[in-house]
């Protein structure tokens, strides 16, 4: 049985599809911004990003979507309004295309989780809608 070669991080943004790099880096970007001393690695195969040791969040390239992961699954309830009209699994949610509104939920969904591990709050433009 053939085993793919492990990819670092940066290898694996680099083979990403042109249609999906973009969007995949902007989320990147956006969970290093919100939590600069995040660490990231490949712990599932896929970039995984971790705060104080802990693994919060994964990005994934899947055949017809992006999807983003969020460790522990638990923390996706609280967003349960907004993620109604999302195609979420049991810990993720996946994205054809990264909309500017798909970037606003994504950012409050990182900055709650990243808080809720640090107890440290970075500058908050709001959490879940509240309905």
């Not at 083979?15 to 969970?31: E, F, G, N, T, W």
């Not at 994934?60 to 967003?79: C, D, G, N, R, W």
Request: with cysteine.
């Amino acid at each position: 049985m053939l085993h793919k070669p492990r990819l670092s991080t940066v290898e694996y943004f680099e083979q990403l599809p042109a249609a999906r790099h973009a969007d995949m880096v902007r989320i990147r970007y956006m969970i290093q911004l919100q939590w600069p001393k995040c660490k990231e690695d490949m712990l599932y195969g896929v970039p995984t990003f971790h705060i104080d040791g802990q693994p919060l969040f994964a990005l994934a390239s899947q055949k017809e979507h992006i999807t983003f992961y969020l460790m522990p699954k638990e923390m996706l309830s609280v967003f349960k309004n907004d993620l109604r009209t999302r195609n979420c699994g049991k810990s993720c949610i996946r994205f054809k295309k990264i909309e500017q509104e798909d970037m606003e939920l994504l950012e409050r969904i990182v900055k709650f989780v990243g808080t809720t591990f640090t107890g440290v709050a970075p500058k908050l433009r709001g959490f879940a809608n509240i309905r």
